[in-house]
Every structure is written in structure tokens, then in C-alpha cells.
């Protein structure tokens, strides 16, 4: 199992491009997760989908979308990338919403916007 | 709202000395409490997860932690490290009802291990 797959790794955007980052995991999974990480602010949950056909708002949405394409993928969507949104993003997904299910996470995605 | 403090940003230990690294928690409840590690380039893993019961809890690599409810605490600890252990551990917290509530983490601790 390759378990949770995140493409692109690396990116650059010019403020105003937009660019869709995907998550795909093999681990029939019911829940997809996105975060963000920024130096100091540990992760911040950016949307979540709690199984397929769901998708709610976490802590940090504005600027993104996404969207579950079916159980295995979930992608995130900037529309117009800021200066603000360089960070590096993480998907995750759990077997189950809630908290008792442990999360695993991919690789992460860092993205610059200049 | 529930949130996490860590307020080690970074340590530095020798290869086999013992390690604690801090966690303190903010929640009303009985939370649902996390350490994972991130190494570099790396998403992160899960070490050890608290739910109820013993309070100490024993994860993957030799790791351990101790709730500790008077404290709002739930340190990391382990006996003597290696350098593979070398980088950055989060703590979290999440709520323990069941829903698909965040969790909340830290801002994380960069362990450094010197030779």
C-alpha cells in the first residue's frame, strides 16, 4: 500500500495563478483531511470530508475549495494563490470521522506563491 | 476552545540521554490527546495517543507519554534516544465525543541529537 499519495511536491505560483493540489489514498478510508503548515503555527486544518459526497469547512477555508472526487481522492483547488497561502499542505485521512481514529498523513505539497 | 501549548521550541540532547518533551492542554473535558512525529520531508506519524484509562501510555519507537489531569500535561518521554529520533514532534488535541471536530495542535518542538 503507498497509503496517502500528494502531487505535485514542490510548486511555484505567481500570485493570482491557480493550481489544484491532489490527495489520493489507498486505504479505503472514509475520511480526507487538508492542512496547512506555517513555521510557528503548527497544522491548521484547512477543510475535511467526513465520507464521500461531504465536505466541511475546518479552521482555515478561506481562499481554497475542494472537492471529493470519489473515496479515494480529495483535492484542494487555490483559485487566486496570495503570498499568504505559500505554505506546506498536508491531506490526511482516517478510517472513520472523530477523533479516535488515528490520522495518517502524506508528504506534504510546499508551495511558494510570489 | 481547546488548544495545546509547547513551549519548547527547540532541544538539543546527547545520543542517549533521556528525553521529555512538553505538552500542556487547555480543554474542559476529558480530551483525546496525540504526540506525532514529522521527519524531515516527511508528513507526519503517529507515536502514542491518549483516550482514557492508564495514563501512561506507551507508542512506537520507545516512546511514552504521561496524562497527567491536575496538569493539564502530557509529556513525551523516552529513556535514551538515538539519532534517528532527531526531528520535530506536535502534540494534539481533540475533543472526545464523537464527530469529525479538529484537532488542535501545537506548535511543535525541534529536537536536535548531538554524538
Known amino acids: 500500500n503507498a497509503g496517502v499519495t500528494q502531487t505535485p511536491k514542490f510548486q511555484v505560483l505567481k500570485t493570482g495563478q491557480s493550481m489544484t493540489l491532489q490527495c489520493a489514498q489507498d486505504?479505503?478510508?472514509?475520511?480526507m483531511y487538508w492542512y496547512r503548515q506555517d513555521p510557528g503555527m503548527g497544522l491548521r486544518l484547512i477543510y475535511y470530508?467526513?465520507?464521500?459526497?461531504?465536505?466541511d469547512k475546518g479552521e482555515v477555508p478561506n481562499g481554497y475549495n475542494v472537492s471529493r472526487l470519489n473515496k479515494r481522492e480529495f483535492s484542494l483547488r487555490l483559485e487566486s494563490a496570495a503570498p499568504s497561502q505559500t505554505s506546506v499542505y498536508f491531506c490526511?485521512?482516517?478510517?472513520?470521522?472523530?477523533?479516535?481514529?488515528?490520522?495518517?498523513f502524506g508528504p506534504g505539497t510546499r508551495l511558494t506563491v510570489t | 476552545a481547546q488548544s495545546v501549548t509547547q513551549p519548547d521550541i527547540h532541544i538539543t540532547v546527547s545520543e542517549g540521554a533521556s528525553l521529555e518533551l512538553r505538552c500542556n492542554y487547555s480543554?474542559?473535558?476529558?480530551?483525546?490527546l496525540f504526540w506525532y512525529v514529522q521527519s524531515p520531508g516527511q508528513g507526519l506519524q503517529l507515536l502514542l495517543k491518549?483516550?482514557?484509562?492508564?495514563?501512561l501510555v506507551q507508542g512506537i519507537k520507545g516512546f511514552e507519554a504521561e496524562f497527567k489531569r491536575s496538569q493539564s500535561s502530557f509529556n513525551l518521554r523516552k529513556p535514551s534516544v538515538h539519532w534517528s529520533d532527531a526531528a520535530e514532534y506536535f502534540c494534539?488535541?481533540?475533543?472526545?465525543?464523537?464527530?469529525?471536530?479538529?484537532?488542535?495542535f501545537g506548535t511543535g518542538t525541534r529536537l536536535t541529537i548531538i554524538p
Open positions: 486505504m479505503n478510508h472514509n475520511s
Open positions: 494534539a488535541v481533540g475533543k472526545s465525543n464523537f464527530g469529525n471536530e479538529k484537532l488542535t
Open positions: 470530508s467526513a465520507s464521500e459526497g461531504t465536505t
Open positions: 491518549y483516550f482514557s484509562g492508564d495514563t
Open positions: 490526511a485521512s482516517s478510517v472513520y470521522p472523530g477523533q479516535k481514529y488515528e490520522q495518517y
Open positions: 480543554y474542559g473535558a476529558t480530551p483525546y
